[in-house]
């Protein structure tokens, strides 16, 4: 079966340090991988998404992004995070088109 | 452009009430497929269902059901007999067909189960 892991769970950082949240996928090959927000209250802010090693599309400029160097690895960077960066990030994976996508557990990132 | 509204923001209902949320879509494509996701306090989202567009069959899976009726564009979810653990924030979304298709998420309807 599929798992889909991230990590860290939690994260405080002050304003202008880096940040690398990682996501890994374990029992699927060549998937889709997706990079989400979601701020306090709000709905999901799709940042970016993968359909391949070293391929990535980018959603919303901002100051984050996003790299997939394994084919189940999708790691999310920021070199100096903003007060905005404030969220619930969500990694979620699915397989080649159209379909339902399983996110992870999710990193709730505070910056300070 | 696809477009996802879920109008209800928040609802409450009393145990064992049934309970209805809407989802209304807009797309040009004539192939898309519609989804409900759960996202309970831990935040974790979890797939629910997944309808394509040439599959208009009302779906029923133990207390939830449902109703897609593409001449309105809306996809309905209910929950019968509502339990405390149906309480969560529940997102409706829209991909189009073909290949990879950004999926498009509504802003979701929290639903709280008063015990």
């Known amino acids: 079966s599929q798992t889909i892991h991230q990590w860290p769970a939690t994260l405080v950082q002050p304003v202008g340090s880096p940040l690398s949240l990682e996501c890994t996928v374990e029992?699927?090959?060549?998937?889709?991988l997706y990079w989400y927000r979601q701020a306090a209250g709000r709905g999901l802010q799709l940042l970016f998404y993968?359909?391949?090693?070293?391929?990535i599309s980018s959603e919303v400029p901002q100051n984050l992004s996003a790299s997939r160097p394994q084919d189940r690895q999708f790691i999310l960077s920021s070199k100096k995070l903003l007060l905005s960066d404030s969220g619930f990030y969500l990694c979620?994976?699915?397989?080649?088109?159209?379909?339902?996508?399983?996110f992870g557990p999710g990193t709730r990132l505070t910056v300070t | 452009a696809q477009k996802v509204t879920q109008a209800q923001t928040e609802i409450s209902v009393v145990e064992k009430e049934d309970v209805t949320l809407d989802c209304v879509y807009e797309?040009?494509?004539?192939?898309?497929?519609l989804f409900w996701y759960k996202q309970p306090p831990s935040g974790e989202l979890v797939f629910l269902i997944r309808?394509?567009?040439?599959?208009?069959q009302n779906e029923i899976s133990g207390r939830y059901s449902w109703n897609f009726q593409k001449s309105t564009s809306s996809f309905n979810f209910t929950i019968t007999a509502s339990q405390v653990v149906d309480s969560a924030v529940y997102f409706c979304a829209l991909s189009e067909g073909g290949g990879y298709q950004k999926v498009t998420f509504g802003t979701g309807t929290k639903l709280q189960v008063i015990p």
């Open positions: 797309t040009r494509d004539t192939t898309y497929y």
């Open positions: 979620a994976w699915s397989v080649q088109g159209p379909y339902e996508q399983y």
């Open positions: 029992g699927t090959s060549n998937p889709n």
């Open positions: 309808r394509n567009s040439f599959d208009e």
């Open positions: 993968s359909v391949g090693i070293g391929q």
